[in-house]
Nanobody, 115 residues
């Protein structure tokens, strides 16, 4: 199984970006899909997740600015990031969480927000 992320890049503060992650291969036991981010020297933190029942969870710093969606048929999860701030600058990682097995992680995509 591989997770391929796309859509990272540079944007000015106040702008928007969409990150997408597509999974390849057969995946079983999916509990949820989502995004995490990591700033160098800091721990990886939750950005947004979406479980099989459609329930979402967002990190406090992105609530009201980011939304998450998934396309089960295409095995894709997307993160719509609006009103971006310089503090959103990080490497963003796609994640598939499973009930009884280890998670899958994408390779990370860099988002840079300039002031």
């Amino acid at each position: 199984v591989q997770l391929q992320a796309s859509g990272g890049g540079s944007v000015q503060a106040g702008g928007s970006l969409i990150l997408s992650c597509t999974a390849s291969g057969e995946i079983f036991d999916i509990a949820g899909m989502g995004w995490y981010r990591q700033i160098p020297g800091q721990e990886r933190e939750l950005v947004a997740t979406l479980d099989g029942g459609g329930r979402t969870k967002f990190g406090d710093s992105v609530k009201g600015r980011f939304t998450i969606s998934r396309d089960n048929a295409k095995k894709t999860v997307s993160l719509h990031m609006n009103s971006l701030k310089p503090e959103d600058t990080a490497v963003y990682y796609c994640n598939i969480r499973r009930h009884y097995s280890a998670d899958y992680w994408g390779q990370g995509t860099l988002v840079t927000v300039s002031s």
